[in-house]
């Protein structure tokens, strides 16, 4: 079942920013790796950033410099915030409890977030 709920999307213009929330379930965020996703208009769901327990966080190539993961593990929290924002980030974004390693999503996935980037 969805144990995360992410907030924070919008409509900002090409270069703008945007800071994304995802307020997760019990101890989901200090026990698991934590993950962003996101799928495009008529676009298979994308992984885009993850964050281990012990905070080393990746991302994909296409994110990288502008994208920021972290998280609170007191506060049952993750964050991404997205810089530099470009039209082909445009999507909805989904937060998501991973397994280690292997970054397999954990649980069903939630409504995500709309992102739109456009002037």
């Known amino acids: 079942q969805v144990r995360v709920v992410e907030s924070g999307g919008g409509l900002v213009q090409p270069g703008g920013s945007l800071r994304l929330s995802c307020a997760a379930s019990?101890?989901?965020?200090?026990?698991?790796?934590m993950g962003w996703y996101r799928q495009a208009p008529g676009l298979q769901r994308e992984w885009v950033a993850a964050?281990?327990?012990?905070?080393?966080?990746t991302y994909t190539d296409s994110v990288k410099g502008r994208f920021t993961i972290s998280r609170d593990n007191a506060k049952n929290m993750v964050y991404l915030q997205m810089n530099s924002l470009k039209s082909e980030d445009t999507g909805v974004y989904y937060c998501?409890?991973?397994?280690?390693?292997?970054?397999?999503?954990?649980?069903?996935w939630g409504q995500g977030t709309q992102v739109t980037v456009s002037s």
């Open positions: 998501m409890a991973l397994l280690p390693s292997t970054y397999v999503p954990l649980y069903s």
């Open positions: 019990g101890s989901i965020i200090s026990t698991n790796a």
């Open positions: 964050i281990t327990r012990g905070g080393t966080t």
